[in-house]
């Protein structure tokens, strides 16, 4: 199995890539099992549609990234790329490509089909938090094996919301999960996962984080500092408790992605047998 990882974040520092590769070097154990990054936006590089399976990362700035960035080269290979699996797994009646789409690739993916509204939240969410499955996030493949709610880091400024239920339905998407729920702030709950298509899920959580990589990122003073100052001493010792808490995140960072890992492989085995 070939996978594609496309990078949007712009060569700033992170910890969504470690992750990623922790869960990928750990995956290809004993598999046939190969993996190319791509540089989206710094190096305007972009995957072709030789690879199997494709994972599209965070990122920071605007999604909306035409009003940012002036329709930068990046956003345009980006979105051709999108339609190019699109209309590959639309046309072929072989083997179909495989995606999963993270918070920024996730909210691109919701601009780019305009199933839902995109916009700035009030405040940045920044932590972790419990994720609510929705009755399709119950029967959703990905998320057997994790509670309702799991929890998973939450790290925003942008929130998907005010779903296009003509859009939803020409294209049969289902919503997985919604933010936890907040009854004492009247706001609408923002969207958190969509299934888009058989071959093509996006998460706007990060389930690539890997709580012993993000303890030991957070302890350092450097990164203490700028939580404390952003967020407030409480939120910074709430988040330390969660990520030594065996269910919550930790439980999503073992089971998501790896999931999805385990059955494109095991797609692409079963298809190839057949032949």
Known sequence: MRLA?????????????????????????????????????????????????????????????????????????????????????????????QVFLICHSFQMMCIHTKVAVVALRKSPSFGIFPMHKTPDGELEPLFFGIDNPFYAIDSRKYQVLDPNREIMDKWDMKILAYEKIRPHVPYDRAIMAIRFTNEIIGTQFHPEGDPITMKHYFSSPEKKEEIIKEHGKKKYQDMLISLDDPNRIEKTFYHLLPEFLEKSYDLLSLQISTK
């Open 5 to 97: 990882i496309l990078d949007l974040y712009n060569q700033t520092p992170n910890q969504g890539m470690k992750g990623i590769k922790n869960i990928l070097d750990t995956f290809a154990k004993g598999k046939e099992f190969h993996y190319d990054i791509f540089d989206v936006r710094a190096k305007d590089e972009i995957p072709g549609l030789h690879y199997d399976a494709y994972i599209s990362t965070g990122g920071p700035g605007n999604p909306h990234y035409k009003k940012e960035d002036g329709d930068p080269i990046w956003g345009k290979n980006w979105s051709n790329w999108m339609d190019s699996i699109l209309k590959f797994n639309q046309e072929t009646e072989g083997i179909k490509k």
